[in-house]
T-cell receptor, first 116, second 116 residues
Framework: GNSVTQMEGPVTLSEEAFLTINCTYT??????LFWYVQYPGEGLQLLLK?????DKGSNKGFEATYRKETTSFHLEKGSVQVSDSAVYFC???????????????FGKGTKLSVKP | GAVVSQHPSRVICKSGTSVKIECRSL??????MFWYRQFPKQSLMLMAT?????????EQGVEKDKFLINHASLTLSTLTVTSAHPEDSSFYIC????????????FGNGTRLTVT
């Protein structure tokens, strides 16, 4: 079945360091891919998404490119800040409900801690 | 922006009792809501899809008689954990999406259930 594998954390970086969180997926067909972020004490928020191969999602300095040939959707940011400390979830959607985004299959999450 | 409210955020109950968790879409209508469960250091697992005005669709391995879902209105879905046992202790999260192509899922802040 469909699945998402992302690098295990925790990841600890100094401020302004480069961030990469790896994510690979297994899916039939052409899923949509997402990164969600969960800040301490808050719910999940959509960070960025890509709906087809070679699409690049970007938001708040984060980027991820949908690579069908390597079935990957790695999250990157050139210079992290303390405020980026959170848990990041890679996810794919293989269903569609009435045009809205359907259910999601999540990776296990990667906790990022950024030190000043 | 779209907000999903989940209540309670934390609940402790005794074995054998039932617990109800509410999920409300505050500023949009949702014909479909999703219930997830997250074990420590595990990914979010979809439990069921809640459909307004009809029966929920449960994922394989989820006991429908144990996890009762009621989606009585376009803004409210409830998950009742019946005859709770310690192994039901987990983090439960709901999500919903406004109707419309490409509308993202919005997540509640989750409910931490502890069964003693």
């Amino acid at each position: 079945g469909n699945s998402v594998t992302q690098m295990e954390g925790p990841v600890t970086l100094s401020e302004e360091a480069f961030l990469t969180i790896n994510c690979t997926y297994t899916a039939t067909g052409y899923p949509s891919l997402f990164w969600y972020v969960q800040y301490p004490g808050e719910g999940l928020q959509l960070l960025l998404k890509a709906t087809k191969a070679d699409d690049k999602g970007s938001n708040k300095g984060f980027e991820a490119t949908y690579r069908k040939e390597t079935t990957s959707f790695h999250l990157e940011k050139g210079s992290v800040q303390v405020s980026d400390s959170a848990v990041y979830f890679c996810a794919l959607s293989d269903r569609n409900y009435g045009g809205s985004q359907g259910n999601l299959i999540f990776g296990k999450g990667t906790k990022l801690s950024v030190k000043p | 922006g779209a907000v999903v409210s989940q209540h309670p955020s934390r609940v402790i109950c005794k074995s054998g009792t039932s617990v109800k968790i509410e999920c409300r879409s505050l500023d949009f209508q949702a014909t479909t809501m999703f219930w997830y469960r997250q074990f420590p250091k595990q990914s979010l697992m979809l439990m069921a899809t809640s459909n307004e005005g009809s029966k929920a669709t449960y994922e394989q391995g989820v006991e429908k008689d144990k996890f009762l879902i009621n989606h009585a209105s376009l803004t409210l879905s409830t998950l009742t954990v019946t005859s709770a046992h310690p192994e039901d202790s987990s983090f439960y999260i709901c999500s919903a999406s406004p109707t419309g192509l490409g509308s993202p899922l919005h997540f509640g802040n989750g409910t931490r259930l502890t069964v003693t």
